[in-house]
């Protein structure tokens, strides 16, 4: 049995017992309701206000009863209540120090502020990935949801200081601003720029005029989500096909076709190589949709001439087991440090 029910199988196991108490003190001294119930009341507390009446000597004998199968009981009710009390909170606490330790171990990691419900989907979606995220909500309304949903995260406020330091902001790789307000979301990116000047900031902004203060505030980049649904619902109607294909491209959900960008690690054995010879569409069936150059260029449709060069990202489509062993090639050391 657990601690809760524990203690509400004793509550009621009390009251049947001042109950019983009661009737007993009215079928054997002949006493009103209240009367008995009070006499019943002062002894199992034992508060020794004395007899409401004078007892027969079966009313003795009853009350000597009484005591022995009430009080002893009731002891056992407050030690029950009071451990149940005492282990909750030392299962509260010992939780968040599991919590904290993890946070203090992480490094590279993704700051998510606020867990509404952007901030909710948007984690979800980072997990797919072997990304590290913690996540920082000042409602505690809704730690039951980020624990049912196993994220680190902490309870605070995003305009304290203490509690960015505490998520590791000076060690994250990334931070993502999705708070309530465009007030409170450039407030944010300023004291986060400040305590990590080298920090990429993703930022949402409510309204369009938002934009600019959040990238003038330090935001690396910054989204609205109603114009990129507007903008989606559009295209939908235009170009349903498109849609249909960068949907199966880009969701977890089906298996077989996804789009992923890979990294060319220097120690690859493939740096250097031109397309024709890296073996990627033989070896591994996927397509290489464009290749992004260390500088920014994007280079769209490239052809079997072009070369993967260090520094470079590389952008394929095909099967998810296709596109992790070619991540094993392109990238060797990071994949094998998520593992």
Known sequence: MNG?????????????????????YMAIEGWNFLDSLFMTVITLTTVGYGEVHTLSPPGRIYTIILIFVGVGFLGYLAVSVAQFVIDGRIREIL??????????????HYIVCGYGRIGRVLCMNLRQKPIDIVVIEKNRE???????????????????????????V???????????TDVDNVFLVLTAKQLNPNLFIMARAIYKESKSKLLAAGATAVESPYEVGA????????????????????TYARKDIQM?????SPNSRLVNLMLKDSGIRQEYNLIVIAIKKGNGDMLFNPSFEARLESGSTLIAVGQEQDLQLLEGVLNPGETVKKR
């Open 231 to 250: 903008v989606s619902m559009a295209h939908r109607i235009i170009r349903p096909t498109v849609t249909s294909f960068l949907d199966l491209a880009m």
């Open 170 to 180: 000076r060690r994250a790789k990334g931070l993502v601003a999705v708070l309530g």
């Open 95 to 108: 939780g968040r120090r599991r919590l904290d330790k993890k946070i203090n171990r992480l490094k590279n």
């Open 4 to 24: 809760s029910r524990q203690v509400i199988a004793s509550i009621m196991i009390t009251i049947a017992i001042i109950m019983c108490g009661t009737w007993g």
């Open 260 to 264: 992923e960008e890979i990294p060319v």
């Open 142 to 168: 809704l730690i039951p949801v980020m624990e049912e949903d196993r994220v680190l995260y902490l309870s605070g406020d995003t305009a304290d200081e203490a509690v960015l330091l505490e998520a590791g």
